[in-house]
């Protein structure tokens, strides 16, 4: 179950550490790679020990739901996992050239990612 997680559910969750069985249900899913949970939430030497604890740390939690959150929003602006799948990994010249996806792994760069779909969604040029 790799739904975003919302609200003071996600809060409390995110305290908790997310099981690393999330990261590793997303990944076969098809959700994200083990490549962009390396770039993005956690790094594979990290997420390696963290197997070992069987939780991720609060931040590298809090990185993964937002990771999440933003793959769930682009899939309901496009109506369409393949498309937003795609776009999340195509460059393009609003963000600079960059991927949507690889901006996510700052809070800065997941809110002009968000913003540039509420664009899209809202049928305004982005």
């Known amino acids: ?6 609200g003071l559910d996600a809060v409390r969750e995110i305290r908790s550490g997310l099981p ?3 990261v590793d249900e997303a990944i076969r899913n098809g ?8 770039q993005i939430a956690v790094p594979r030497k990290t997420l390696a020990h963290r197997r070992q604890i069987g939780r991720l740390s609060v931040e590298q939690s809090d990185r ?5 959150r933003i793959i769930a929003t682009a899939e309901d ?6 498309k937003a799948a795609k776009w ?15 901006l996510l792994d700052t809070d800065a760069g997941a809110r002009e990612v968000e ?7 809202h049928g305004i040029a982005a």
């Open 31 to 38: 959700l994200v790679t083990a490549i962009e949970v390396d």
């Open 88 to 102: 999340l990994r195509r460059p393009t010249t609003v963000l600079d050239g960059q991927a949507p996806l690889q």
């Open 115 to 121: 913003f540039l779909l509420t664009r899209i969604a």
């Open 20 to 22: 690393v069985d999330r």
């Open 64 to 68: 993964f739901a937002r990771l999440l």
């Open 1 to 6: 179950m790799n739904t975003p997680l919302t």
């Open 77 to 82: 602006v496009f109506a369409n996992r393949e």
